[in-house]
């Protein structure tokens, strides 16, 4: 993904020798360094997660509607080229000391489809989500040439992306014939029942069981007792995994699941999405960040705006 890839002639597929290539900070396509320095301990770039609701998921590989991947994978995209625009890069020459909009980055998307394996059975649930990894290099065009990325900015404004990309996913779904439904900070896709979200998500049940044992609130650090008490991925074949999960499902739970398109769905115009942001934000604090503001509304009209 990103203008900084296709100038190194990277575009469709990745290809391993290409990743590492980049790791490495080596171009290529001409196999010259490609920014200044390759120092020891350097950081090569950031995974940028983008996870579907678990309904999506459910959707996906227990109807065998391939659109929802295509949906997911076009929303991916769409919010890392909001990410792109902001990419930028340090500016150190004469004397100064600031940052640069360079508007490229280079990066590389894997899809997943699966959680990691539950401890009862060792089988994963589906949870649908990719990974995106920016590298820490961007071509500054002032200057000529290819830089260490400055995504300071970028990781600040996390939460904006991730509202453009379940805002545009949602979008995408509607366009299909799904319904949505508001839950928390995103959605889910209307009909799929939370019970059914709920028999599919063992891995946060298991977590949050842990996490209230511990006395552990934070989000920040139940993820991290996430990924300490995961077992090792499992080589599992998606259809061998479809006929698993199905086998789960009870004769109600089937139906509901060959009727998803066509229900009604939430619609929230712009004006309403912006006072209920402006509302919600400035009852508590006088002043906050332009993209929270976005934020909020995105997430309150999603699907819509």
Known sequence: LGQGAERLGLQGTAKQ?????VCDNIRPDDGEPLTAKTIDGRRVGWDFNFNAAKSVGIALELTGDMDVLAAHREAVRYAMGRIEDDMACRVRVDGRNEDRVTGNMIAMRVTHRTTRPDASDEKPDMSLHDHVVVFNATFDDVEDKC??????????????????YHNRLATNLRDLGYGIRRKGKGFEIEGVSDALVDKFSRRKAHIDKLADALGIHSAEVKSKLGATTRLNKVDSKIDELTAYWDGRLTEAERDQL????????????????????????????????L???????IRHGVGSV
């Not at 830089?147 to 453009?164: M, N, S, V």
């Not at 619609?267 to 002043?287: K, L, M, N, P, T």
């Not at 993209?291 to 509304?297: I, K, N, Q």
């Open 291 to 297: 993209r929270r503001l976005y934020e909020t509304a």
């Open 17 to 21: 020798r290409d990743f590492e290539a």
């Open 258 to 289: 060959t009727h998803l398109k066509g229900l009604p769905t939430y619609r929230c115009d712009v004006a309403r999405a912006v006072e209920y942001a402006v509302g919600h934000i400035f009852e508590r604090q006088s002043v906050c960040d």
């Open 147 to 164: 830089k260490a990325a400055q995504i300071g900015r970028i990781k600040h404004d996390a939460p904006y992306y991730e509202a453009i």
